[in-house]
């Protein structure tokens, strides 16, 4: 298989609309779930996968219209968005109220494990945001904040222990053998923390045009050991703009995707070439030579994401 089989257009994506427990409730009913590489967190049967490949990590996104939000969960590892289209707010705590911050195009976030967050499409247009997991397995799913479970219940959606949602206006129930997934107690929930918004925009925000600058001569470290945002999640993330890199084959000993952002880029690679537009993902194995370089005039953005030999976890406190 060449690198243009390991390509997912943007144009391309199949989305889910019933991926999550919050699939019927008012105000996140309309997101769409995309799992572009690896299995995702989908607690749907219906999710469609576009690329099986285990690399370390999952690629993924999702696509809200206007006002449309995703509820509050948590992950046990990376959970890293980038927005590529619209206008975002990001929110965490308990009930959502522990900070927030408005992520636009190119922003890229690093969500601290260990706490519920959600997110809601602010712009006027149709969004997407580009997700970036830890994990082949992504930690195993989401934990959903009690009230998340309680309000999905009541719009007939059961989340089973087994991580399958049964959807009682399909005429579904849960299996005699499997009982309902367990609403988190008041003790358990004290280990969720409430970030502060400071710590959460100094230490895990990366702004676009901050990148653009930074990835002048070089590709900017964004998310890694000696990186702009300090973390060890089983990948590492860099910035490339134009100049970042010259034009020339060369290999990674890793998995490595490629996401742009804007503009056009072109990739040149022992069977042929192509070239790669914003939205599309591009899976590079390991050994794999191939050159990248702006295919037009212009603003031109990309993020690559490479494997590490660190095991996805907790967010690192080096």
Not at 196 to 210: G, I, K, L, N, S
Request: proline share 6%.
């Amino acid at each position: 298989m060449s690198i243009q089989d390991r390509i997912v257009r943007y144009g391309d994506l199949q989305p889910c609309k019933t991926a999550f427990i919050d699939a019927h409730t008012p105000g996140s009913d309309q997101k769409e779930n995309f799992t572009i590489i690896g299995g995702g967190v989908s607690e749907s049967p219906d999710q469609h996968v576009h690329l099986t490949d285990k690399i370390g990590f999952n690629i993924g996104a999702a696509g809200q219209p206007p006002k449309c939000r995703n509820s509050l969960h948590s992950h046990t590892t990376a959970e890293v968005f980038f927005v590529l289209r619209g206008r975002w707010r990001f929110f965490w705590g308990r009930w959502g109220d522990a900070g927030e911050f408005v992520a636009e195009e190119g922003d890229i976030f690093n969500i601290p494990t260990g706490i519920f967050r959600g997110f809601e499409n602010i712009g006027t247009d149709y969004g997407m945001i580009m997700a970036i997991l830890g994990g082949d397995d992504a930690g195993g799913g989401v934990t959903w904040a009690p009230q998340v479970i309680e309000d999905a219940r009541d719009h007939g959606l059961i989340l089973g222990e087994n991580g399958v949602l049964y959807d009682s206006k399909k005429g579904e129930s849960l299996p005699h053998n499997v009982g309902p997934m367990p609403v988190l107690r008041e003790e358990e929930l004290k280990s969720f923390p409430e970030v502060p918004v400071e710590a959460v925009v100094r230490d895990y925000v990366a702004r676009y045009w901050d990148l653009m600058a930074l990835s002048g001569r070089k590709p900017a470290k964004v998310i890694g050991e000696d990186a702009l945002l300090r973390d060890k999640p089983g990948f590492e993330v860099e910035f490339l703009s134009r100049n970042s890199i010259p034009d020339e084959m060369h290999a990674h000993d890793k998995p490595t995707v490629l996401m742009p952002v804007r503009g056009h880029w072109k990739l040149r690679h022992d069977g042929g070439a192509t070239v790669l537009n914003p939205g599309d993902t591009c899976l590079v194995n390991a050994g794999e030579r191939h050159a990248l370089a702006p295919s037009m005039t212009g603003e031109a953005s990309l993020y690559r994401v490479t494997a590490t030999d660190d095991p996805a976890g907790a967010t690192w406190a080096g």
